[in-house]
Each structure stands twice: as structure tokens, then as C-alpha cells.
Nanobody
Framework: QVQFVESGGGLVQPGGSLRLSCAASGGIFRLYVMGWYRQAPGKQREKVATITAGGSTTTYADSVKGRFTISRDNAKNTVYLQMNSLEPEDTAVYYC?????????WGQGTQVTVSS
């Protein structure tokens, strides 16, 4: 059973930074294209960033391009999201999953709140 556990969220002021982590277990992580997703209150879940299995190619939503960086460590079965220059609009619950996502793989997510 594949499981993803997100961590690293919190409350941060506008302009601040956070680094999210997602630990994977139960599958062959090194073969997965991985993504970070987020869901803000009252909005649909959206894809924020993706990274290929080997980590050579990344993609980003226009709203986070230039501010967020996705990376992975296959030896640790972990994918990361470095978030800089955070804005109140980035407030959401952040999740990781494969890309395309599997419904049964959604974890609890980690809350990110950007507020002064």
C-alpha cells in the first residue's frame, strides 16, 4: 500500500519561506513522477509542481513559477517543495501524490498559512 506523508507546513509572514517534505512508503518511489498539489478553502485542488522520476525535469503552475522549487531524493523516498516569497494566496493545504494522481494515495496534507 503506497502512502505519502506530508510535513513542514506552518504559519509564515508574507515574503517568508517554508520547505515541505513528503515521505513515501509502500511503493517503488524512484519510478514515480511526483507532484505537489494544494487546496485552498472553497477552491478545487490544483497542481503546483511536478518532477520526473529521475529528477531531471520539473514543471510549475504559473502562479508559483520563480518562487517554488520541487526536488527529490530517491535514496530517502522523499520529495520536497521549497517555497519562497510566500503570498497570502499561497495559503492552502499542500499534498503530494503521483502525477497523474491516484485517488487512494491522498494523505492528510500539511497546512500552509501565509498571514501577517
Amino acid at each position: 500500500q503506497v502512502q505519502f506523508v506530508e510535513s513542514g507546513g506552518g504559519l509564515v509572514q508574507p515574503g517568508g519561506s517554508l520547505r515541505l517534505s513528503c515521505a513515501a512508503s509502500g511503493g517503488i518511489f524512484r519510478l514515480y513522477v511526483m507532484g505537489w498539489y494544494r487546496q485552498a478553502p472553497g477552491k478545487q485542488r490544483e497542481k503546483v509542481a511536478t518532477i520526473t522520476a529521475g529528477g531531471s525535469t520539473t514543471t510549475y503552475a504559473d502562479s508559483v513559477k520563480g518562487r517554488f522549487t520541487i526536488s527529490r531524493d530517491n535514496a530517502k523516498n522523499t520529495v520536497y517543495l521549497q517555497m519562497n516569497s510566500l503570498e497570502p494566496e499561497d495559503t492552502a493545504v499542500y499534498y503530494c501524490n503521483r502525477d497523474p494522481y491516484f485517488r487512494s494515495y491522498w494523505g492528510q496534507g500539511t497546512q500552509v498559512t501565509v498571514s501577517s
